[in-house]
């Protein structure tokens, strides 16, 4: 099975725990945790990038940074089964300190290739957000890149801000004094009240790919987008539905007054070369009348 072919691909003299079933992430994972100090030392993390589109042109606004890990043996190992580890011995702290200064900088590269100005959104782990060193990391990250905070948006879950919300307050003022923005990632997912909208300052709200997946024929899903989007055009802030797949949802979306869109049907995560191509061709594309563009006729 596939549990044990993994197991095997590991190779010789390392101890291997999964789980019976190996349904979603495994608790005890010890050679993958090994694997995961080993990896850092020789460089496999890798950063891609999915763009963020807005929903009527497709005109690239920014990119989503998201962290890979290129195994040897294992090949890519997905961040559901890595995060998850990382963050809990610590080293989510150097892994995400590492992305933010590297996206910061990718985007500079990315800016240049476009001719315009993009943003980068970059996940913060809750570990991450409760560092001492956090702000240090942002502030390095914004020095080195030379990146303005407003091209800066900074992806946590309802869950990090519910974990001490005044410690919350206290991070997130210091990053509107930067000019980051913050979006709520998979939002509508958490166990958290409306309340945390009054009370911190958010600017995007990222729809949950949940709601977003049996769009348009899902009446409830139809229901929950709108509310949401409704919600947030009351309180002045952007959403960016994720995991958008078809030109149905796309289309959907758009006529709601979604204004972003994110999903394998507008770009899946993608190296950086292989972005840099993308900005390329998405301005031509983009400029195309929309029955050329989804080859509808
Ligand atoms: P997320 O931040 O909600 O990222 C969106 C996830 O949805 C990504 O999965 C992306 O590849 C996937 N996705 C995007 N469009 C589509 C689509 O159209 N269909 C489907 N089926 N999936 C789509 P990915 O890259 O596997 O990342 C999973 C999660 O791991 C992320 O969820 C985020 O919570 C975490 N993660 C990834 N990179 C980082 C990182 O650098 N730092 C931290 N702290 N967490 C990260
Ligand atoms: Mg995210
Ligand atoms: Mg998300
Ligand atoms: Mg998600």
Not at 196 to 208: A, C, G, T
Request: overall charge negative.
């Amino acid at each position: 099975d596939a549990a044990l072919s993994r197991a095997k691909e590991t190779g010789k003299g390392r101890a291997v725990v999964y789980s019976p079933g190996d349904q979603g992430p495994p608790q005890h994972d010890i050679s993958l945790e090994a694997a995961m100090f080993n990896a850092v030392r020789e460089g496999e993390f890798l950063l891609y990038y999915q763009p963020i589109v807005n929903a009527r042109s497709r005109i690239i606004e920014g990119f989503e940074t998201l962290m890979r890990w290129k195994h040897p043996t294992l090949g890519m190992v997905p961040p559901v089964r890595f995060i998850p580890i990382a963050e809990s011995n610590g080293l989510i702290n150097l892994l995400g300190a590492w992305a933010l200064k590297a996206a910061c900088m990718q985007i500079r590269q990315f800016q240049e290739v476009a001719g315009r100005e993009l943003y980068i959104s970059v996940n913060i782990s809750p570990r991450q957000f409760r560092s001492d060193r956090f702000l240090t990391v942002l502030d390095d990250a914004l020095a080195l890149s030379g990146l303005d905070g407003r091209q800066l948006v900074l992806e946590i879950t309802e869950g990090t801000l519910m974990i001490d919300p005044t410690h919350a307050e206290d991070i997130l003022a210091r990053m509107v004094e930067r000019h980051a923005r913050i979006a709520i990632d998979d939002f509508g997912t958490g166990y958290s009240s409306l309340a945390y909208l009054k009370r911190f300052p958010i600017s995007v709200l990222k729809i949950d790919r949940a709601f977003v997946k049996d769009l348009p024929s899902s009446t409830k899903d139809a229901a929950i987008c709108n509310a949401i989007l409704d919600l947030a055009g009351h309180l002045s802030l952007s959403v960016v539905a994720e995991g958008v797949e078809t030109e149905e949802q796309l289309a959907w979306l758009d006529d709601q007054g979604c204004h972003y869109v994110q999903g394998y049907l507008t770009g899946k995560p993608m190296p950086a070369n292989v972005a840099v191509t993308a900005l390329k061709e998405n301005l031509y594309t983009a400029l195309l009348p929309a029955d050329h563009r989804t080859g509808k006729s």
